[in-house]
């Protein structure tokens, strides 16, 4: 053993130097922080300017022009400060007539969003007819519904057919489809009678003098809406009014058909609330959540879930004859044939209830609303409905998709209600790719415009509906006369329009001017209660009259008590 070898003490790390080497730890960390974000950064920079040149090179090859920028009040990153604005003026009722009006009038009929630091469009606010078409229908392909849409859905909706694109959308758009035929329309008119008289009944007695207390028109409306259109697609009418009458002690308890939808409405306006909000957020929707938004939508999926069980029992006891005739065929049996899973039964179901009940009760809400505030307009409606088809004892023709259809005047009442009220006021779309708009760019605004890729084009429906130039000064007005002679075009766009165009406007049509042509065969006066306010704007997913439809009715001489 070498007697040289110094056994030396082994090193003894103080607490001072341990505490430095975590310390220069924690700097050469940081530092690698710093480095990987600024690459990150560096590299994000790098591909914004690079896709600014080639979008540049795009639109300059496309031949478009510069569209007016619209000013962002508060320049903060992720369009924090836009959506800010949008909800505080949502919360304050002022969207319509103020913040997006302003926009318009600021700016013009198509301007641009741009991000506060780059520069870099991020969207196109547009009220242009020709700009309308091509996102619809002619450019349909390029482009989609937003993510965030969908995803501001769930968990009310999951994706399906009003909420997806692409195969997806294409599927169950096929399937549900084939469900919306004539023949079934005037078959869904039929049985709506029933459904009709117990809305009378839900009114109550008329007073010696033939007038019906002050009645809120809108709750009826929703019932209505959703009794007649699960008797439509599901064969089996959701009876939600029906359950009320016997709530309310209207009808005795025997005739109570059990409704396994009862009190959805409800809850589906609970959770719709929840979506309206997040919506509004865009993609910050995620900010508005909680635990009682997820436990109302569990509840209504337990609510469909139930009811969808009882269409296919009953759909099961069908006998052949019946399954034969097609009539009575129902959207279930249609998604079952197509290997439809019970879950995605329910979920499609939830889409079309919640596409077609608040629309539809929301349209005759506002179509009443606007009749009971323009007498002249109601004496004309009802004078015209009555030359077709008589009075409510005296039957001239049957009420059918032709029938309706032909009644001028009706249609013309319904679509100046759907010009001024469109169920969906705003339609957002999503680039695909780099693409054109026809209309909107240079001083005039009559060259094309670029989009980029990922940005989304607003359109603003009910704006579009109200533009002066387009239809006259008195385009803010309820004027069904406006109808005579003018043909629809993308100036008019309530349901959409193009391969995505609403599924249910031939059934709603035909179900909207039913239940207004019985109601003004029934009642000869409409007029608003006192001190409502019938013309609240809310917009939540749909554009409803935000304080109900008060109104109380006049009984006809001639027509039943
Ligand atoms: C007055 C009543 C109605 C109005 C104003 C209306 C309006 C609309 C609008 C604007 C869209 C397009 C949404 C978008 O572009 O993303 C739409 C789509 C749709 N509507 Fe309606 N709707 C009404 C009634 C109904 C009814 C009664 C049903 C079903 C029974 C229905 C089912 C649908 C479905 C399934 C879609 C999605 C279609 C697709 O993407 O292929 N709607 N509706």
New binding site residues.
Partial sequence: MNSSVVNLPSPVITPPILSQVKDEIWLRAGQWCLVALTLIYANRIARTIFRKYTFSRFSKASGCLPVPIAANPFPLPWSVGRKYEVYKASVAGDLFEGHFLRKYTKYGNTHAIVSPIMGTQKGINTVEPENIKAVLATRFDDYK?PAFRSLAAEPMLLPG??TTDGPL?AHW?AM?KPQFTRRRFDQNIADSERHMQLVFTAFGQPKENGWTDDVDLLDHLYRLAMDT?TQF?FGAAAETQTAALVRAGKIPAESYVKSLLDGFDDKFFEAASYVGHRIKLSNMYWVYDGLAYRRVCRELYAMVDVYITDVRRRSAARTEAEKEDGMHSNMVEEMEAQGASQRDMVNQTM??LV??MD??AA?LGWTFSMLAAHPEEYRKLRQAVMEKFGTETNRLEPFNLETLKSCEYLQWVIQET?RLF???PI?VREAVRDTVLPVGGGPDGKGPVAVRKGARVQIGTYYTHRRKDLWGEDADEFRPDRWRGRRKGWDFT???GGP?V????G??ITQ?SYTIAKFALRFDELEPSPGSNNARRKWMTVLTPGDGVKVRMHLAPEATP
């Fill in positions: 519904r057919l009003f959308w758009r549900v259109a697609l889409h079309l596409a077609g629309t539809s349209a759907l469109p169920a969906g339609n309530p349901f959409s995505q609403c599924v249910g406007q059934y709603s909207i």
